[in-house]
């Protein structure tokens, strides 16, 4: 057996949260054909494995990681099956998420222009199913391209198969683990784009005279906008925003709409429609601001002063430092409003 990896890898400057101690063996795969030799190595070492991309969504623990890390760095960009109205292109899960957004506006393809500027790369987008001002990756997903370390085949799933949700999908949850995601296939549109309705696009356009804005235009509101709500991680680290936007039913929305008239509900602007199911979506950062907690510093963490769903480290920090404000911030949450906050971010513990 030839595979050799690398032993002893520090994995914390590997994510945007600067965060998490070593791995004990790490690889950087550029060709799916490399998985299987490396899953033979892994069985017979009885070692688990951690798959990681660009590290914008990811926490690792502290200690030592006895296994493998694995960077999927599969480069890959092609379309095929172009029709009068739409095309599908084939990605590579290791391409820069942006990059393949900026390209697919350039050739004029609509469907993930909303998602501009998201961190990371193309094969975790599935993983926790990306959105932004109202895309999200599933809208365009046509098949996900896998390899099955359960059956050591690689193989390619529906949309249907991934179980995409809010911030969710098999790969996050029921099968975490058993797959890696080697390539995504999607279908985007060559029709005109639709105008995402929020309320920032829309004051964007409106002040930039553009009516009917075209992709790249769309792209350049959601970069511009973007720019101002969220925090440069190579300034500050930062995983993004922290916490989901949690979903409460009917009797819990109206409550805390009673008790605080300028909530923020999503979608925005929609404050006595709730969404599919009767629920209603509630804006995180304006709970974590109501709480009084915005800018709170503990150890070497802290909440940034004026983005209260992003956290921060301040330096040096360990994932048991950002564990206990998180935890500060999920009891506040419980008292005062009984909503549990889930974070976003995979936070990974080694044993
Ligand atoms: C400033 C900032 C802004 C952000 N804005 C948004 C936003 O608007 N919307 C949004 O949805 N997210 C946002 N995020 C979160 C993050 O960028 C996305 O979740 C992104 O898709 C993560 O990509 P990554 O390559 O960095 O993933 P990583 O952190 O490397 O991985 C994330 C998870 O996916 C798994 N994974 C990664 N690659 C694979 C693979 N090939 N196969 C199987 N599993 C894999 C990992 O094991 C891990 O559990 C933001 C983050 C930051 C820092």
Redo the contacts with the bound molecule.
Sequence with gaps: MSFQPQQNVDLAE????KIGGQAAFFTEVTSASQLPEIFTWLNQKELPH?????????IFGDGIFRGLVI??S?MGFTTYNESEKSVDIKVG??ED?DAVVRRTVELGFAGMEA?S?????????????????GQ??KDTVKSVE?FDTKSGELTSLTRADCGFGY?DSI??SDL??R????GVVFELSKKAPGVPNYKDVVSYFASHNIASPNLAQIRQAVLEI?SGK????SVMP????FFKNPIVTELVAKKIMQQNPDVKLYPEDTKIIPLEGGNYKIAAGWLIQNLGLKGLELEKVRIDPNHAL?LENKGGASQKDLKHLVKRVQDAAIEKYDIELEP???I?EFN
């Design positions: 590997l994510t945007t949260f951690l798959v990681l991309s660009g590290g914008s969504n990811t960077k999927v599969i899960a290791g998420w998602l500027g998201i961190p990371g790369l193309t094969g975790a987008t599935p993983v926790q199913n990306i959105g932004a001002y999200e990756l896998v911030r790969f996050k975490k683990g797959y890696i995601i080697t973007r969220f925090v440069d991680p930062n995983a993004g925003s992003v976003e971010p995979v990974v």
